[in-house]
């Protein structure tokens, strides 16, 4: 008699389906990681699918009832917070933190697109990075809700004991780097098909070879490379007059000239040349400066870094100095300012009197880049790159750059946090003082000793107030309008700062005057004619007899608005990624 064999289980074929289809992923590719389907009965107590621990195993709840894309998401999670770090030793194990790691981690995987997502992020949820949400979460306390796949409990277990690697022997952090640097153009777009669009190139190309030796020879261009799309368009180059290359960071594009007969060595220099300008958002730090003279200065500051790291073969016509070597963009920048004559006539890699950093040239330009956020990819890119050439030992890198990307480590604190410092130079906290005339509350515990008591100084408001220049106009956005005066509001109060002095402008400035900084938001009235103009009412408040000479003014403008012109000190509060139509020297806060 023949035995009867058992029928396989589907549950644990979803499973296996499941983690097949994640740990695949060629960003996993080079961490190796394993999964133990299981009776967990902390994970069944918590009602959780599955926990990542330090030596890369991930822990997998067999009594869960799951699909297989359901698997592949949570698998995916779990890989994530391996490659992220978050199982190092010296991870905070806290609530707060925890959470802060999980909502960083979904947020990648929604550009990934791995899997059926089984978790959602609450759309109110301030879009801070990881770090600053942990802050946030300290203070406020964790938001109710479940973000990773530990259900009530943890998802990650952190090392209990530091664990010491060997020269060859690569950190988790450092192997996804390497997954991520030769399939970012997988995982930053759709993590599927390439497809091709106007001014795509064969992999045979020069410029594609040429960008593929970044991804397997050069550690610390090779995510920047893989994340970059070439485009070598004749039609393209001559209608923006490209002589050589020009990129677009926020496309991740580099156009170069495929008339323009070139060594394999010129190509890579011109390559990494472009890369650098994109990951370190020189396009972002042109601020008041002349962005012709910027551009210049930006090229010879990575000119000689490419040079003294002998990338490639610089072509004849690149800007290089040796003697302003060691020196940042900023400085570099103020040395050429001497000398405008002779500046102004050099030629980028794009052509003279042309900057080789563009925007938007292509008729595809408004399709939106299919990663996470911009800055971010950068940052994990360059940081990432970095380690793993010193890693390999690659050789050393030039003092200025290994500054830079160091810097990026450490991103700019967010627009509130700006503004409460601003508030901070600008009105000291009043310290309460003591009188005699005022009897302390301790003095019945002690009548034979006569005891002063605190006062707060009165607050005289024309000597202590700033002023708001309010846009109005129709274009305004609401939501920004309430983040700005809201943030306005609480950090005066803090800093017992009364009252502001208020003018609206739409098409006309309308004087509201002195109002308490609590109402502020209350008196707001769109009133929607059109056109913004913003320079009466800054010479309203400047002319006024009732507001001090040395107030300080805030503007708050969606940025359509007429060139402003102030005299004494001041900053603007605009929305992300909007640009004022002129160069300011002020302080400039991009409401998120």
Known sequence: MARKTSAPNPFEQSYLDGANAALHHPIFRYMRLWTVWRDDAELSRDRGWARAHADGSIVVNRNARLEAHEWTWVIAHCALHVGFGHVDYSRPTDAASRTAACIAVTRFQQQLRLGSPLISIATDLP??????????????????GEYGCGGQGPDHVPATRQRVLSDKELSWTDRFAIGLATAASAAVY??????????????????EQARRWFVTHFPLLGALAAGFRIVADAELTRAWQISVAAVDAELAEIYVNPLRVMTPGERRFVLAHEMLHAALRHGERVAWRDPYLWNVAADFVINGWLVEMGVGEMPEDCLYDAALKGRGAEDVYDEITKNLRRYRKLATLRGRGLGDMVSHPTPVAGEARHAGDLDDFYRRALIGGMSYHDRLGRGLLPAGLVAEIRVLEHPPPPWDVQLAQWFDRHFSPLEPSRTYARPSRRQASTPDIPRPGRIRPEIPVRERTFGVVLDTSGSMNHALMGKALGAIASYAMARDVPAARVVFCDAAAYDAGYLPV?????????????GTVLQPGVDLLERADDFPKDGPILVITDAQCDRVRVEREHAFLVPKGATLPFATRAEVFRIS
């Open 127 to 144: 879009g801070a990075d990881e770090g600053r949400l942990a802050e946030l979460f300290h203070l406020a306390g964790v938001p109710q």
């Open 190 to 207: 759709d993590a599927g098909e390439a497809r091709v669009r106007p001014g795509d190139i064969a992999p045979d190309n020069p410029w």
């Open 518 to 530: 609590e109402e502020i938001a209350g008196r707001v009235r769109v009133r929607g004619r059109g």
